[in-house]
């Protein structure tokens, strides 16, 4: 008789038997056929009358709630059951706590208190139990009883060794079953082989071979050296032919800059001749600023069981995890050309042909926020990549030399990922079979799931933070130990020697070898193909090398075809029924394509991604609120009043368009930000946008403008074509509601590096747009977006202006006046240039002329001094800002507005004075200093009071 059966027949079913119960629910819910017939017919019937929870997830009460309906048996047996009772208790502590116990620290130096849970006395169990027989169903071996002894020695093995597991955290029991099952298991498995072991043993060489040579021929140049945890050599590369066999065609690594240059030259092949030029300085390239050799990116083949696997290291600075959301961004472009994205529960292999690795340091993980604004992607619709493989080079000791104690607040440095339930595995970077196992895991673990795994590699930094660093200043103690600790391949080529796999000649042979291939500059990676098979993505970027920004781009679209579309763009199925607000603006937008009303910006914007898509362009917008717009103006994606269904007009076309998101997203603007101009970065043939809910949030993410989208051409090379929508305007709304800070934008613009712009016409929007992807390069496209004005009665155009127009880079005088009477002429951008134009006409001033300037950079210089020259008699030139005057354009193009002025006249600023703060709070001083500035712009001599 079975356990099972005896327990049923005999126990006297109560709390203390709850554990027990809910293992075997959790066996019933992965593999029923392991739980025996009655059990399994019961804990059916449970189901089938919905008696336990929908989720595979056993709360208190349900426990109690089949604990109540079994039947009793006799209570002769009570103490044994009680004692199988507290077995499964006691396995249940090794699997969730046995990785505070577990011998993870190569140092030793980790404070490792024995939890008391793990202690089988804690467990209503005895010394006179341990060579008594208890049933062990529930653990993945191959017999059904153990002696308790024996399960403490098998626990102690699979959960407080060399690999620290955690994944109680896990809500989803399947999940947390098919992790125990890998770690259980393999503790019964013929450790690594002879071939495996050598393997590992030489990719412990490398990664400890470059390290030295490096420190004796370059010394005290930064490299940011791996050593102390060398065991990320072996650990990529297996993870990497595994990813391969499983299936991946692409891998995109993100990773600060410890290790990086080992993984370039080990992992990725870059030749080590190339490195060294960079150490020595012939490595530079004309027309560009470059960057230092630890912040550039690579990118090759290499050869797995499965195939070609296409590597990409991204370009990072040293802004240290800044680089995640870019690398996830890119993933998700790629997968977009394979036309394999994943959605919620893809199916085993479906999301994986593109992986992203991310690499990250201790301190970072624990720390950065942008970690936890990328982790909070990770399930987010629009945002899933179908899983990440996270590895942490744990040092110990943070980025510097601080005291670990006050590195975190946190038990460890993974904890961040556990709120989207990521498994961490903790692993000993001094034991390299087990850091390998771990990379298995993981590979097989995000193809079943396609969810996020944390890897924390636990090792120790033998040198400083940089070669120049000296630790022992301010940690004598774990640098006392470290300098007497062996390096992970001494021990493991010891361990080796020990095993008869490899003798101390053979060894000191390989190094030789390694050493001579350095030597004369050879790949020291494993073979790389000669023929790469990402070549479709390279041609697509190879068109845009050119940058002409003289040539005039065609931004005109048919008119008949521009109305049919129209009718596409803001149509909804039959049985759709949208809120009647929807409805009625919708059918008005009909009208504006049928020349019935004139068109406004929500039309226009519309529109353009419409004919974009047309024309063969994929199509992503994201950011807070942007399917109906922060200021309800776009509507992109409309909602069913009925059942709360979402549609997008836009994606629904045409069968065959290309791909079309309008997204939500999280309430984030570094992590989104940065993960469009990943994708922007690797697709060329997409309009990404990334739209903040006001412009004067973007401040948030200014990193990402700073080192990636204003630098990243010049530093290394890449190409982007994001567009960000910034809303700005002075409206009384207050500091944080009025600016987007268009002075930081203007301040990082040379070089061509990017185009600025503030459309102040729907038209304008409309050819803008179009342009961005119709122009012959890529550039990154900053545009002060309005707000009052998306709804102004002049901000509107025709249906002839959106068909037949384009984009104006200055728009001059509209109203017919004599240019030869103009005394004055005003140059604004945006919003300013309506309350302008109003009161002039309002006035009947008819001396003064009012031009918009649409892009502030590159500077429209002709079209400037052509607009000055048409004014002969003018003998004054203003500039008009809403904005401060330390903010705002004028202090960033006052030298182009001098420099380019073919006439005599001064030129001067009117606006609001300088001022620490973006805008008055308060709207009763908002309308006083506007009314000012208009008034002295327009020259009124009846000031406002």
Known sequence: MSNYEQLKKTAHLSGANATFVESLYETFLTTPDEVPDNWRQYFQQLKDNDQTPDTPRLIVQDKFQILSKLPKGSSDSGDASAKQSAVNSLIGAYRNSGHKDANIDPLNFRDRNTVIDLDYRYHNLNDSDLDEYFDVSTLFVEQTQMKLRDIIAYLKDVYTTTIGAEFAHIHDIKEKRWLQERLERFAHKPKATPAQKREILQNLVKGEGLEKYLHTRYVGQKRFSLEGGESLIPMMDHLLQKLGTNGSKEVVIGMAHRGRLNLLINILGKLPANLFDEFEGRAIKENTAGDVKYHMGFSSDVETPGGNLHLALAFNPSHLEIVNPVVQGSVRARMERRKKTPGAGSAMGVANEVVPIQIHGDAAFANQGVIQETLQLSQVRGYRVGGTVHIIINNQVGFTTSNPLDARSSLYCSDPAKMVQAPVIHVNGDDPEAVVLCAEIAADYIFKYNKDIVLDLVCYRRLGHNEADEPAITQPMMYKIIRSHQSTLSLYAEKLQAEGIISASELTDIQNAYKAKLDAGESVSRPIPTTKHNSEAIKAWEQFAAQDWATPVDTTYDKAALVALAKKTFGYPDSFTPHRIVKKLYDTRIDMSEDKQPCDWGFAENLAYATLLEDGYLVRLSGEDTGRGTFAHRHAVIHDATTGESYTPLANISP?????????????????????????????????????????????????????????????????GLAVMLPHGYEGQGPEHSSARLERYLQLCAQNNMRVCMPTTPAQTFHMLRRQMKQSFRKPLIIMTPKSLLRHKLAVNTMDDLANGKFHEIIGEIDALDTATVKRIIFCSGKVYYDLLEKRREQGITNIAIIRIEELYPFPAKDYAAQIRSYPNAVEIVWAQEEPENQGSWRNIVHQLTQHNPSQAPISYIGRPESASTAAGYAYVHNKEQAALVEQALNISDKHS
């Open 656 to 720: 065959n368009q290309p791909s079309c998101r309008i997204i939500d997203s999280i309430l984030s603007e570094e992590a989104v930000l940065g993960y469009e101009y990943g994708f922007s970065q690797s697709e060329p043939n997409a309009l990404v946008i990334w739209e903040a809910q006001f412009g004067d949030f973007a401040n948030g993410a200014q990193v990402l403008f700073d080192q990636f989208i204003a630098s990243g051409e010049a530093k290394w090379e890449r190409y982007c």
